[in-house]
């Protein structure tokens, strides 16, 4: 026998807030500056920055420094516009379509996602064309730089 279920809906609002090392706020400060940090473990360097070795729970040797230049390793589209994503303060609108994309800054040994733009979006072959895993990109900064993640308005292709 089939019994009916309730569905609960619930609106839940928090405030949160997470300190975030000293690293890591190098690493935020230093994007005023379109300087973008990353740290030497070993044999490995992590952009960005990295506290520890995840496998080692070595801690970094040493600070890099990159221009943000990375390649993409993987991406994705997005037809919906962001519903639950705020951006206070930033110089960024989003509008779907839009892309993000996991790239590696200067060799690093982890990606990070953020958007990708430069590219014909609204062609789909040209698109397919465009964009493939390796293509060089290269941060496009924010003029109203504030020392967070969205000081990067978006990754564009180098070639662009």
Not at 132 to 148: F, I, M, S, T
Request: proline content about 6%; overall charge negative.
């Amino acid at each position: 026998m089939t019994e009916l279920t309730t569905n609960l809906q619930w609106n839940l609002h928090c405030d949160f807030s997470q300190p975030q090392g000293e690293l890591y706020s190098q690493f935020m400060s230093a994007l005023k500056d379109k300087v973008f940090l990353g740290t030497k473990i070993g044999e490995k360097s992590y952009f960005p920055v990295k506290q520890f070795c995840s496998t080692t729970y070595q801690e970094p040797e040493k600070v890099l420094e990159s221009d943000g230049v990375g390649v993409v390793e993987s991406f994705t589209i997005y037809n919906k516009k962001p519903s639950r994503v705020a951006f206070p303060g930033a110089d960024l609108t989003v509008e779907a379509p839009y892309i993000v994309a996991a790239i590696s800054v200067h060799n690093s040994s982890q990606s990070f996602f953020h958007f990708l733009s430069g590219v014909d979006i609204d062609n789909p072959l040209a698109l397919l064309k465009s964009i493939k895993a390796g293509l060089e990109v290269r941060p496009v900064w924010a003029e109203n730089r504030q020392g967070n993640i969205l000081d990067i308005l978006y990754f564009e292709p180098v070639s662009s």
